[in-house]
């Protein structure tokens, strides 16, 4: 299984900017895609996240900012993120839990790709 992000850049606060993740390979099927942030010399820290039942998670400083959302059939999530935030940079990463026998298994990650937001 790959994950390959993409959309990330340099935008001015306020502006906007929708990554995406695209999934690749072979799977059981999917319990949850998320994405989650790293800054440079920081944790690496949960975004949001959707799960198999469409229930969807943000943590508290993305709410009503960032949308969340995903294409199943096309196997891609993506997140729109809006009024971004100097404290919005970082390296964005894809994550999804894959579900085998209706059980969580196993994890995997993209590469990331970068957020730049000038203030």
């Known amino acids: 299984v790959q994950l390959v992000e993409s959309g990330g850049g340099l935008v001015q606060s306020g502006g906007s900017l929708r990554l995406s993740c695209k999934v690749f390979?072979?799977?059981?099927?999917?319990?949850?895609m998320s994405w989650y942030r790293q800054a440079p010399g920081q944790q690496r820290e949960f975004v949001a996240r959707i799960d198999s039942d469409d229930s969807i998670h943000y943590t508290e400083s993305v709410k009503g900012r960032f949308t969340i959302s995903r294409d199943s059939a096309e196997r891609m999530v993506y997140l729109q993120m809006n009024d971004l935030k100097p404290e919005d940079a970082a390296i964005y990463y894809c994550?999804?839990?894959?579900?085998?026998?209706?059980?969580?298994?196993?994890?995997?990650w993209g590469q990331g790709t970068q957020v730049t937001v000038s203030s």
């Open positions: 390979g072979s799977y059981f099927s999917i319990n949850s």
């Open positions: 994550h999804i839990v894959e579900m085998v026998l209706a059980i969580p298994a196993d994890h995997y």
